[in-house]
């Protein structure tokens, strides 16, 4: 693995544009990445590519990289349109995580507007359905997403804190996840007809972008909804939600952030690992970095050797209770050890590398209680056989 210093500029002699990579030479950046900052560097109309502490390989661009261009591609985007964590305050007066995992929902189960118009979480959802894109409402998807119980850990700043109504030892609840099929549909759409080309139409593209926006943002509370009445609490507003996989306007210019949230002055939840810390920051960031943050640890294995390296360490059973005492409720074993925290970089490594570059502060920590990935049907198994014995 190669490693680029802090803030070292580095442009190709052949690329306009160039590649600041926010890291320490401690930090793990593969070398891929970076390569892939300087493929995306020598797109025509592209300024700047800032790279977060974060930065690993992925589909055509990387990931945890903000990148400023004259041109439009949705490619630099990607499919997850509106993708982004969100942080609800929770008010229980015991959390026994044993309990609490077992009594979360299922939340692969879509909640569709005729079948279930009596479900009480609809009573978040203000205005219409965004695009009408009724599929895949109210669920978490795979990979990376989650729904997670987390008490407040370490608090740095008292005040800011204090602002956002937070304590420590307080519970909330961290949202992870995007807009489902419908920012595929709208990638897909495009790279049927132009592949990782420009958008012909940045004003048509910008629409149904901004409904997956708005959709991912909507279902980020529906979530939340579904777990609070499921373990008996009432649905708040969330007091964070920022989408980390959109493109911005600014000044003409296009910022595209794949796997970057925006860091202009804005409150972000950067996650870490399923039996890590998160860290809840103030976000600074100026436009060298592209107005933008981290948004999570970044992996460092990809899936597969993730998977490998996994089930010749660990048992499933050990992957359900985490090194911070933590219950992970998943009934997928592979994305259990796709999701492994071995598989993800040193959070703490990432948010020195952010307060180094003076681009977030630190507020607070979160820990986490439960973590839901996907039903665990065991826990499913067990409910019906106690409902036949009622």
């Known amino acids: ?32 990445a970076v390569a892939q900052c300087h493929q995306v560097a020598a797109l025509d109309g592209m300024m700047h590519v800032a790279a977060m502490p974060d930065l690993h390989p992925g589909k055509g661009a990387p990931i945890g990289a903000a990148m400023a261009s004259t041109v439009l591609y949705p490619f630099l985007v990607g499919s ?14 015991r959390a026994v995580p044993e309990k ?35 599929e895949g409402l109210g669920t978490v998807g795979r990979g990376n997403h989650f729904v997670e119980l987390a008490r407040i850990g370490t608090v740095f700043e008292q005040d800011h804190a204090s602002r956002l109504g937070l304590a420590a030892d307080d519970l909330v609840l961290v949202v992870h996840s995007g807009s489902r099929g419908l920012g595929e549909r709208i990638l897909r759409a495009h790279t049927e007809v132009h592949g990782a080309g420009p958008a012909p139409d940045p ?26 009445h499921a373990l008996g609490f009432e649905p708040t507003e969330p007091i964070v939600d920022q989408c980390h996989n959109l493109v911005e306007v600014r000044d003409g210019i296009y910022l595209h952030r794949k796997g970057a949230a925006p860091g202009d002055g804005r409150d972000v939840l950067i996650a870490g690992t399923r ?99 996907t039903p665990d049907q065991r826990d499913h198994r067990e409910r019906r056989r106690k409902r036949g014995r009622l």
């Not at 490693?3 to 593969?30: D, G, K, M, N, Y």
């Not at 982004?84 to 007066?93: R, S, Y």
């Not at 609490?100 to 205005?127: N, S, T």
């Open 203 to 228: 004003g048509a593209y910008l629409a149904m972008h901004d409904d997956a926006v708005r959709w991912g943002s909507l279902n980020r509370r529906l979530l939340a909804a579904r777990v609070a």
């Open 1 to 32: 693995m190669s490693q680029e210093h802090s803030r070292q500029e580095s442009p190709l002699p052949s690329t306009p544009a160039t590649v600041t990579v926010f890291a320490s030479s401690t930090s793990w950046i593969e070398s891929d």
């Open 80 to 93: 997850d349109i509106g993708c982004g964590i969100a942080v609800f305050p929770v008010k229980l007066k």
């Open 275 to 373: 039996g890590t810390p998160s860290y809840l920051v103030a976000a600074h960031a100026g436009p060298d970095a592209g107005h933008s943050v981290a948004h999570g640890a970044g992996r460092k294995m990809s899936r597969a050797d993730a998977l490998r390296r996994g089930r010749a360490k660990h048992t499933v059973e050990e992957l359900r209770r985490t090194p911070v005492g933590s219950l992970v409720v998943c009934g997928d074993r592979q994305l259990l050890f796709e999701e492994a925290p071995t598989a993800y970089k040193r959070i703490e490594q990432v948010i020195d590398d952010l307060v180094a570059h003076d681009l977030a502060t630190p507020v607070a920590t979160t820990i986490p209680l439960v973590t839901y990935k």
């Open 100 to 134: 609490l995992a077992a009594r979360f929902p299922d939340l692969d189960r879509a909640l569709d507007p005729e079948r279930d118009a009596d479900d009480p979480a609809w009573a978040v959802m203000k205005g219409d359905i965004p695009a009408g894109h009724v």
